[in-house]
């Protein structure tokens, strides 16, 4: 790889850009950042929870797959320019299959001509046998054990801190791809590669795991996900941008975008981002360090930019997350409109229909879900004897629920099958013909339902390795 910029140590700051925050994340903001964001690293985080489980699912299906399927599409747009200005790239995008992403990501730099790059997998998340072999194990989120879920279990993979990926820089690696690793784990280790950072100065490594979950879900402390007309009012939202962490030997850093980029990066922003999936700020457990974010100070020291300073860690958790997903059934939905004068009576006796018959076959085996999406879908509750989500908005409420000229029904049923759920989606369809007046624009699906249990793993049970794909 050719290298065109600086080191860390040289410059004093080490600048970190976020490439995407989640597994359909936009492509275009990444490539600004590699022209023109002056940065040394380019992080995708692309992994939610149920993400690795439909991987899972992906790569039994087929063997060469089970990785974030943007891929290809993200390091075709970034890779050529990262590696003529020396940018390395780390990411979770490996999802269940690091290995397969590994060398997808070596044919694509062959093929253009990217000789000398330097790619390198993480493994070692995968624990799956060692799950299976101990049924005894406590779910976190409800009562049970790995056994009481049977033969359902079709994944287990544990939440790697960044000592994985910290040896894979230590070896050269230009690009580090990983599966289910922490996230602000993928920002710790080039902090701990560059600066040297001793792994038990907790402090140094809450510092870092504050800049990773400051940066880890991109927009969204740039002002996406925040946006709120005038109440919280973000500027260029159409041409938001992703954000930039300039973090300093001791931990201090700042959050900036690029000028000219959508978005806006304040105190606000970063304080709703900071406290995002948080349970308690002064003890944010991850693999690297238990955080405690709860005197963090955030100033605005320029435009867009933010300074942070003020975390503080305790000792790593001697276990380690692990997320267990399993088959939970399946899901039959579908939806149709109504319109027109009369709408909302119309679409209240379309579920009562669909409720009646639906309950007649038994066909659903688990909850069951019939709601007027903008009347009662989000405020449960809300519907047939106590008012309308319209009574209670402005410049709406005068006009009475009976007055909505259009509405959409939606109906959506666990069942045990997969025939169940097709039997649901298919009551839905047959509403074209078998319901109220003007029904229309039915949409129908049948989904097979992964759910997600935790539990926690010894860490001595978790062994992260790191190997090279050829370039």
Not at 142 to 168: F, K, M, N, P, Q
Not at 404 to 419: F, I, K, Y
Request: with cysteine; proline share 6%.
């Amino acid at each position: 790889m050719v290298t065109l910029q600086a080191s860390a140590s040289e410059r004093g700051a080490l600048r970190i850009g976020s490439g995407a925050g989640f597994a359909d994340d936009r492509i275009e903001p990444a490539v600004q950042l590699v022209e023109s964001g002056d940065i040394q690293y380019l992080v995708f985080e692309c992994l939610a929870e149920r993400s690795v489980a439909l991987a899972e699912l992906e790569r039994r299906r087929d063997p060469a797959r089970g990785y974030n399927p943007w891929l290809a599409d993200r390091m075709t747009a970034v890779l050529p320019e990262c590696a003529r200005r020396g940018i390395r790239v780390i990411t979770n995008m490996g999802a269940a299959n690091p290995r397969a992403a590994g060398a997808l990501v070596a044919e694509l730099a062959r093929a253009r001509g990217l000789r000398g790059l330097s790619v390198a997998v993480v493994t070692g998340d995968d624990v799956l046998d060692r799950i299976l072999e101990r049924p005894d194990l406590p779910l976190l989120e409800r009562e049970g054990t790995v056994g009481s879920l049977g033969d359902r279990v079709v994944s287990a993979h544990a939440y790697l801190g960044c000592e994985g990926i910290t040896h894979a820089l230590s070896q050269g690696a230009d690009v580090v791809i990983t599966g289910r690793v922490a996230d602000p784990s993928l920002y710790i280790a080039p902090l701990v590669h560059e600066f040297g950072w001793d792994t038990s100065d907790w402090d140094l490594i809450a510092k870092g795991a504050c800049a990773g979950h400051l940066m880890e879900c991109g927009a969204q402390v740039m002002g996406g996900y925040f946006a709120d007309p005038g109440h919280k009012d973000v500027p260029g939202l159409a041409d938001l941008g992703f954000p930039i962490a300039e973090v300093h030997p001791d931990g201090t850093f700042t959050i900036s975008k690029l000028p000219g980029s959508g978005g806006l990066v304040t105190p606000a922003t970063c304080t709703e981002q900071l406290l995002y999936e948080v349970h308690d700020p002064s003890a944010y457990p991850s693999a690297d360090v238990v955080a405690d974010f709860s005197e963090v100070r955030l100033d605005e020291s320029g435009h867009d930019t933010v300074l942070v300073r003020g975390a503080r860690g305790r000792r790593r958790p001697d276990d380690l997350k692990v997320s267990v997903g399993y088959r939970d059934g399946f899901t039959g939905e579908g939806q149709i409109s109504y319109a027109g004068p009369n709408a909302l009576p119309r679409a209240r006796l379309a579920l009562d229909v669909l409720r009646a018959r639906i309950e007649k076959q038994g066909i659903a085996s688990g909850a069951a879900r019939y709601e007027l999406i903008g009347v009662d879908a989000v405020s449960r509750g809300i519907g047939p004897g106590t008012g309308s989500a319209c009574d209670l908005r402005p410049g709406l409420g005068t006009a009475g629920p009976d007055r909505l000229n259009e509405v959409r029904v939606r109906v959506a049923a666990r069942t045990d099958t997969e025939d169940g759920a097709r039997r649901i989606a298919h009551e839905v369809s047959a509403m074209w013909l078998n319901g109220p007046a003007g029904g229309g624009g039915v949409v129908t699906s049948v989904t097979e339902r992964i759910a997600i249990a935790s539990v926690f793993l010894p860490r001595s049970d978790v062994t992260p390795s790191v190997t090279f794909a050829e370039v």
